[in-house]
């Protein structure tokens, strides 16, 4: 199984002067613009066979963008939500809740505190992950051929399905940051007499290269797309076109 976890477009919660708090909101325009193009790249170079999606409006309208470029039925599921917007029970917190008190402290720092006394604490949110994440092996990862599913989700999703695959403490010393609409591979190999999990590779942001535009919000990706876009390219394709 081909697991493709993928972080959503540009938010306005995302951006550094937003000051409506954690609210459930969509994309900006950038966000509208990096999702499109993850959509079509995502039509040009993956056999989808299942596409899961947070139930989270900037997760839900980024699939929206993937499905209409691939004919691909998403299937919402609370789980996949970010950390803090799910009760300790796991329940989604409804709009009208939010914005969500974080107390001043991102949950890795103080793993089993929970986020008031109906809310999640971050091994709590690592539960719910661990738990999608396992439905999914169970699901495709025992299948003939690679399957390939794929999850728009969230950054503090993809820390958490780091610390579940790579079997890591509550205390992690390592923020994990993945650009928006980055793409996160892993590789589920059940048979093999190695490790079962294999990561390919993490952020890979090759959509948002649009001719000479970028589409990202770290210039630093730019460079480091461009080089890897030209690995095992003939140095002749370029005196051609």
Not at 123 to 134: D, P
Not at 173 to 179: C, F, G, P, Q
Request: glycine residues 10%; negative net charge.
């Amino acid at each position: 199984m081909h697991l493709l976890l993928i972080r959503h477009g540009e938010s306005y919660v995302n951006l550094d002067d937003w000051t409506e708090g954690f609210v459930d909101v969509g994309l900006t325009p950038l966000g509208k613009r990096q999702a499109q193009s993850l959509g079509q790249w995502m039509a040009n170079n993956i056999h989808i066979d299942a596409l899961y999606t947070s139930t989270m409006a900037r997760a839900l309208e980024t699939t929206a963008y993937l499905s209409a470029a691939t004919g691909i039925t998403a299937f919402p599921d609370n789980r996949l939500r970010e950390y803090g917007n799910c009760y300790g029970d796991g329940a989604p917190v409804p709009a009208d809740m939010m914005p969500v008190d974080y107390h001043g402290y991102w949950g890795t720092a103080e793993p089993y505190r929970r986020l008031g006394p109906e809310g999640e604490s971050w091994m709590l949110f690592r539960v719910r992950v661990a738990a999608f994440i396992e439905d999914m092996v169970s699901l495709y990862g025992n299948s003939t051929y690679g399957r390939s599913v794929v999850v728009v989700c969230h950054g503090g999703v993809i820390d958490a399905a780091f610390d579940h695959v790579f079997n890591v403490g509550p205390h992690r010393r390592v923020e994990i940051w993945t650009h928006n609409t980055g793409i996160v591979h892993w590789e589920y190999c059940p048979d093999s007499n190695r490790e079962a999990w294999r990561l390919h590779s993490h952020g890979l942001v090759h959509h948002l290269m649009s001719g000479d535009e970028w589409l990202g919000a770290a210039p630093m990706l730019r460079g480091a797309s461009q080089q890897s876009m030209l690995v095992g390219r003939n140095p002749t394709e370029d005196a051609d076109s």
